[in-house]
């Protein structure tokens, strides 16, 4: 079986190529660091033991950023190396982690020859992916060199499972590979066993990115809010990681906002959440009719008295939320399946989602279950503008409303707060352990208090 996968895998590869090429040529989106992904990594020298950390794209990367702290501080005799799969994640990594990190790289390609390689040059002592990434023959490989693998904050959607059951003979060896699986809720731990992982494997710790939304404001909110001139009487809502075609849905939404008497100075700071389509949602907001800014460009005269902010920039978003009074989380409206709302919750923001949030399922219903979450009922598209600009036209006019949603979203943020921790400990426990997968110690299941 693991045949077939190298060779689905490496038939998919040379279909992408032309892909690849074409982007290569456009936005080097792929292609960037393609030497790292055919494992062409720098050898760390020097007897430290390295632990690998894998985070595939920037929700994994910003969730990691207490967990590399608490890495730091726990084990300060091993080196820490970071991987990630796509350059916004790579970008934001090598930011966050510059201080902290002997290497910052491009994850293989899942080749056995690939990952061998990387393997050769850091020898490390454990590897930690963080959510769900299941490569079978880099799992394969970590077990035939004795190096444990533990799945740090692990998530399986329900639409996830039902995709992995359709290959629930192959994800049984697979699971096999795992040492240990740091789950989030009873549910994801329900599914990881269902597909063949044994118990004694699976831990429930809660989720990480309930602490890695716990920031202080940053330097950078200062400076966006005066170059912005924000706060100054006018509300902010903010529309993130919005996938197309929401940012036509805010516009519209924000335009009948407007035109409402609690809304006539609100101003808007829109964020796609991807790099690529920046220009598209530049071109969108042009033709709206509103003034605008972006964030990419120097200051200009315009800045403080645009009503759209077009925050064109990668890793900054956290800094907006403390601004905000209201913010919409995108990828909800349509069917992506949600994005991360604990950021501007733990900032106590009146937080809206769409319907579609089976990525964030346990996060969603521990703040719906409090009355700490606006979620839009599920409506056509060319409705959704209506009910998006309905409902932040109320919030603006009841202020006492809006801040007690915050109040509560700050609240259960606070409670669910300790999942770093606990899986610190079960790393020490793990790099304490055996190194062969076969041989290592059962973690006993811990139930948390945190939201499942």
């Known amino acids: 079986m693991y045949l077939i996968y190298s060779l689905l895998l490496t038939i998919g590869f040379l279909v992408l190529l032309p892909r690849f090429a074409i982007d290569a040529?456009?936005?080097?989106?792929?292609?960037?660091?393609?030497?790292?992904?055919?494992?062409n990594i720098p050898i760390l020298a020097?007897?430290?033991?390295?632990?690998w950390l894998h985070c595939v794209s920037v929700g994994e990367t910003?969730?990691?950023?207490?967990?590399?702290?608490?890495?730091?501080?726990?084990?300060?005799?091993?080196?820490?190396?970071?991987?990630?799969?796509?350059?916004?994640g790579q970008q934001v990594a090598t930011r966050a982690f510059?201080?902290?990190?002997a290497a910052i790289f491009y994850f293989p390609i899942d080749w056995a020859w690939t990952v061998r390689r990387v393997l050769r040059a850091l020898r490390p002592s454990v590897l930690l992916i963080m959510e769900t990434e299941l490569w079978p023959n880099l799992l394969r490989e970590c077990r035939r060199g004795s190096i444990p693998v533990a799945l740090i904050n692990g998530r399986i959607s329900e639409k996830s499972y039902r995709r992995y059951q359709q290959i629930r003979a192959f994800m049984q060896?697979?699971?096999?590979?795992?040492?240990?699986a740091f789950m989030q809720s009873d549910d994801d731990a329900a599914r990881i066993s269902a597909l063949g992982l044994s118990d004694?494997?699976?831990?429930?710790?809660?989720?990480?990115?309930?602490?890695?939304?716990?920031?202080?404001?940053?330097?950078?909110?200062?400076?966006?809010?005066?170059?912005?001139?924000?706060?100054?009487?006018?509300?902010?809502?903010?529309?993130?990681?919005?996938?197309?075609?929401?940012?036509?849905?805010?516009?519209?939404?924000?335009?009948?906002?407007?035109?409402?008497?609690s809304g006539e100075c609100a101003r808007l700071l829109l964020a796609p959440r991807h790099p690529a389509r920046f220009a598209e949602v530049a071109k969108l907001i042009a033709d709206s009719g509103l003034t605008w800014a972006r964030r990419s460009e120097p200051p200009t005269d315009i800045d403080p008295t645009?009503?759209?902010?077009?925050?064109?920039?990668?890793?900054?978003?956290?800094?907006?939320?403390?601004?905000?009074?209201?913010?919409?989380?995108?990828?909800?409206?349509?069917?992506?399946?949600?994005?991360?709302?604990?950021?501007?919750?733990?900032q106590g923001v009146c937080v809206?989602?769409?319907?579609?949030?089976?990525?964030?399922?346990?996060?969603?219903?521990?703040?719906?279950?409090?009355?700490?979450?606006?979620?839009?009922?599920?409506?056509?598209?060319?409705?959704?503008?209506?009910?998006?600009?309905?409902?932040?036209?109320?919030?603006?006019a009841n202020d006492d409303r809006r801040r007690a949603i915050g109040a509560r979203a700050m609240a259960v943020c606070d409670r669910n707060r300790g999942a770093t921790q606990r899986t610190v400990d079960m790393i020490a426990k793990l790099l304490d352990s055996p190194a062969s997968t076969s041989e290592a110690a059962p973690f006993p299941a811990i139930h948390v208090t945190a939201a499942k």
């Open 62 to 88: 910003e969730a990691a950023r207490p967990l590399v702290r608490a890495l730091r501080e726990r084990f300060p005799s091993h080196r820490l190396v970071v991987s990630t799969t796509t350059v916004t």
């Open 306 to 346: 645009c009503k759209v902010i077009l925050f064109d920039s990668i890793g900054e978003l956290r800094a907006v939320f403390p601004l905000a009074d209201i913010a919409f989380m995108g990828g909800s409206i349509v069917s992506h399946g949600g994005q991360n709302v604990l950021e501007p919750a733990a």
């Open 200 to 261: 004694d494997r699976i831990t429930i710790l809660g989720n990480l990115k309930f602490d890695s939304s716990a920031s202080k404001k940053l330097d950078l909110t200062a400076e966006i809010q005066k170059r912005f001139a924000l706060n100054m009487g006018e509300p902010l809502i903010v529309a993130a990681s919005t996938h197309s075609p929401e940012e036509s849905i805010v516009l519209d939404a924000f335009r009948k906002v407007k035109a409402s008497a």
């Open 173 to 180: 060896p697979v699971l096999s590979d795992l040492s240990v």
């Open 352 to 396: 809206i989602t769409g319907a579609h949030t089976h990525n964030f399922a346990a996060i969603t219903k521990a703040l719906l279950d409090e009355e700490a979450l606006i979620q839009l009922p599920e409506v056509a598209l060319a409705d959704a503008a209506n009910e998006l600009a309905s409902i932040i036209t109320q919030l603006l």
């Open 98 to 101: 510059a201080q902290d990190a």
């Open 46 to 51: 020097g007897p430290d033991q390295v632990i």
């Open 25 to 39: 040529l456009r936005t080097r989106k792929y292609v960037t660091g393609l030497r790292q992904r055919l494992g």
